[in-house]
């Protein structure tokens, strides 16, 4: 992770703060209601970021159409909340983490 260099970081903790406030506040898009930014990994070149998210629809075809009809919408956003010269590419993958502990947690509830 690119939490080592102290500008990466700083993006990365504005990207978090806004995009949480932009998905909860200002995406219109219903299949978006629901979905929780947990991290953001920002590559050290600063062109790239992965948004990490839960959902309680998992990573549904569904949300994940609407977070591509929605990227114009961050990206824009983000520009004008943002302080840096660019925007990274933005990324964002279903963190299945959560998932894979409640999965374990049941199979030991069973044992």
């Known amino acids: ?48 970021a992965k948004v990490f998210f839960v959902s309680q629809e998992e990573a549904s075809e569904e949300v994940m159409k609407g977070l591509a009809r929605s990227m114009p919408f961050l990206r824009s956003q983000l520009a004008k909340r943002m302080t840096t010269r660019g925007i990274p590419k933005l990324h964002f993958v279903y963190d299945k983490s959560i998932d894979e502990s409640i999965k374990i947690s049941k199979l030991l509830d069973g044992i």
């Open 1 to 48: 992770m690119a939490k080592d260099y102290p500008r990466s970081d700083r993006i990365r903790q504005q990207i978090k703060k806004e995009l949480a406030n932009l998905l909860q506040k200002e995406v219109k898009d219903p299949s978006l209601n629901q979905i929780t930014i947990l991290d953001v990994d920002v590559s050290p070149c600063l062109k790239h």
